[in-house]
C-alpha cells in the first residue's frame, strides 16, 4: 500500500468547534491529570494540529503511543480515532484495519441466503427507485470515504430528479456561511466533513443547487430513568427526524430530500424497545422513506472480518462496481435480517488500487492521478501533501490529502482544475506551495 508511514511509525498495516478550541490549550494539563491512570483521551491528541488541517503531527503522535492505548481502557476510543486520522489522510485500508481491531475477528452474523439471481448497477436501479419519493435516506460508516463517493454519484442523480436538499448530520449548526462561500472548512464545517471525500461532497451539493441543512441533535446530557434504558437514544434520533423534516418537507413539501447519516440511523424497523431515526421520520412526516445500506455488505481489511454472506456474494456475482442484487421473485434483495429495515443493499467490490489510489476514487468520478512533485518535501519524510483549489484558504478541506514516503510512487487523485499544493512536515509546519494543473 502505496502512501503509508514508516516503521517506526506505522505497524502495519465528533468534536464541535468550541470543545476543539477549548482541548487546544489544555492537552498538556489533560495529559498530566491521566497520567497516573493512563494514556489522555485519544481525541485529545494533536487537537490544535487538527484544527489547523494539518493531521500528520496527531498521527504521528498516537502512532507513537499505540502499545500504551491497547493496553487500557481507551483502546477502542484509539482505534477509532486513529481510524478517522487514517480516512482523512488517504490511508483508506489503515482506516479499515483500524475499526476492525475494535471487535474480534468472525464477528460478523452468520447467516447466509443465496436467493439473488444477478447484480445490477446500483446507482441507475436506484434512481429509478426513488423516481415518486420524498425522501432517501443513504447510510455510510464513519471511516469509509468510499461510501461518501459513492453518495456524491447518488446525489447528482437525484438533483436531476428534482431533489432539492442535502440533509447531513455531521454538519455543525454554527456555519452559517457554507452555502454563500461554497466550501467547507476545517473544524467548522463539522467533524467528519474535514476528510476530503466528505467535503467535496458538500461542494458538489452546493455547486449542483442542493440546501444543504444540519440535523443533528444537541450534544446536551441525557439521563435515561431506570424504566427506560434506551430513553437518551429514543430522543436523539426522535429530535434528528424532527430536524429533518422541519427544515426540508415541512417547509417545501414538493421539494425531494437526500439524507445521509451513520449506520443504522436508517433502519425502518428497529426494536420494540428502540425507534430509529428513519422510523421517526416515517412518523413525524408520514413520507416513507427510500432506505439504503453501504455498510454491511462491504470489504474490511481483511476476510476474517467481513460477513461471509458478502464473500459468497463476490465468489458467485460479478460485482464490478456498486451494485444491487435482483432476488428470484424479481425484487431488489436484501440480507434475510434486514429486511424490513432497508428497502436496499448496496453490495460495492473490493478495491483495486493504482499509483497507490483506490479504483472507486477515479472511476466515474471525474478525477484521475497526478503524481506528487520530486522536490516538494525537501527530503524531509513522512510528509503530507495536500491539494486546495484555487481560490480556496488553506483553512478549507483540501480536495485531496495523502502521506507520502520518501521514493514513494502515490498519486494526488483530484478533478480537473487548478490547485494549490502544499507540503507539510512531520512537525506541522509548512515545507513548500506549489501551483499545479490537473
Not at 3 to 8: F, M, R
Not at 19 to 24: C, F, M, P
Not at 196 to 201: H, K, N, W
Request: net charge neutral; glycine share 8%.
Amino acid at each position: 500500500m502505496a502512501g503509508i508511514l514508516s516503521a517506526d511509525i506505522l505497524k502495519r498495516g465528533p468534536f464541535p468547534l468550541s470543545l476543539l478550541a477549548v482541548l487546544s490549550t489544555l492537552i498538556a494539563v489533560t495529559a498530566s491529570c491521566f497520567a497516573a491512570d493512563g494514556p489522555p483521551p485519544a481525541r485529545a491528541i494533536g487537537a490544535a494540529d487538527l484544527e489547523k488541517g494539518v493531521p500528520l503531527p496527531a498521527l504521528i503522535r498516537l502512532k507513537d503511543m499505540e502499545e500504551t492505548y491497547l493496553a487500557s481502557g481507551e483502546k477502542n476510543e484509539y482505534l477509532e480515532r486513529l481510524g478517522i486520522l487514517y480516512s482523512r489522510t488517504g490511508m483508506y485500508w489503515q482506516a479499515l484495519e483500524s475499526f476492525d481491531r475494535t471487535k474480534p475477528p468472525g464477528a460478523a452474523y452468520q447467516e447466509n441466503d443465496t436467493d439473488w439471481i444477478r447484480a445490477e448497477p446500483a446507482l441507475s436501479v436506484i434512481a429509478a427507485a426513488a423516481r415518486g419519493r420524498k425522501a432517501v435516506f443513504l447510510n455510510e460508516a464513519y471511516h469509509v470515504p468510499q461510501h461518501r463517493m459513492f453518495a456524491t454519484l447518488l446525489m447528482k442523480e437525484l438533483r436531476k430528479a428534482g431533489f432539492r436538499y442535502l440533509a447531513v448530520g455531521s454538519l455543525n449548526e454554527s456555519d452559517k456561511e457554507l452555502s454563500s462561500r461554497g466550501y467547507p472548512l476545517i473544524s467548522r464545517t463539522g467533524y467528519y466533513t474535514d476528510e476530503p471525500v466528505y467535503g467535496d461532497l458538500i461542494r458538489t451539493a452546493l455547486r449542483l443547487g442542493f440546501k444543504v441543512v444540519p440535523y443533528e441533535a444537541p450534544d446536551k446530557p441525557c439521563l435515561p430513568p431506570p424504566e427506560d434504558r434506551a430513553y437518551c437514544l429514543n430522543l436523539r434520533d426522535s429530535t434528528r427526524a424532527r430536524n429533518i423534516f422541519s427544515r426540508t418537507l415541512g417547509d417545501d413539501p414538493e421539494a425531494g430530500v437526500m439524507v445521509l447519516a451513520g449506520y443504522g440511523q436508517i433502519d425502518e424497523k428497529g426494536s420494540p424497545a428502540w425507534t430509529p431515526m428513519a422510523r421517526a421520520f416515517r412518523a413525524v412526516s408520514g413520507v416513507d422513506p427510500l432506505t439504503i445500506d453501504q455498510v454491511d455488505l462491504m470489504a474490511h481489511s481483511s476476510r476474517e472480518y467481513e460477513d461471509p454472506l458478502y464473500d459468497a456474494i463476490l465468489n458467485t456475482t460479478v460485482i464490478s462496481g456498486p451494485s444491487v442484487l435482483r432476488g428470484q421473485d424479481g425484487r431488489l434483495w436484501t440480507a434475510p435480517w434486514r429486511r424490513n429495515a432497508y428497502d436496499i443493499q448496496v453490495v460495492h467490490p473490493r478495491a483495486a488500487y493504482r499509483r497507490g489510489r483506490p479504483d472507486w476514487l477515479l472511476e466515474g468520478t471525474g478525477r484521475k492521478t497526478l503524481p506528487v512533485p520530486e522536490d516538494i518535501c525537501g527530503g524531509s519524510f513522512p510528509c503530507l501533501i495536500q491539494a486546495f483549489y484555487k481560490g480556496e484558504p488553506f483553512s478549507a478541506v483540501p480536495a485531496d490529502q495523502i502521506v507520502v514516503q520518501w521514493n514513494d510512487k502515490t498519486a494526488l487523485a483530484l478533478p480537473a482544475g487548478e490547485f494549490r499544493v502544499r507540503a507539510v512536515g512531520k512537525d506541522g509546519k509548512t515545507l513548500s506551495v506549489r501551483h499545479i494543473k490537473n
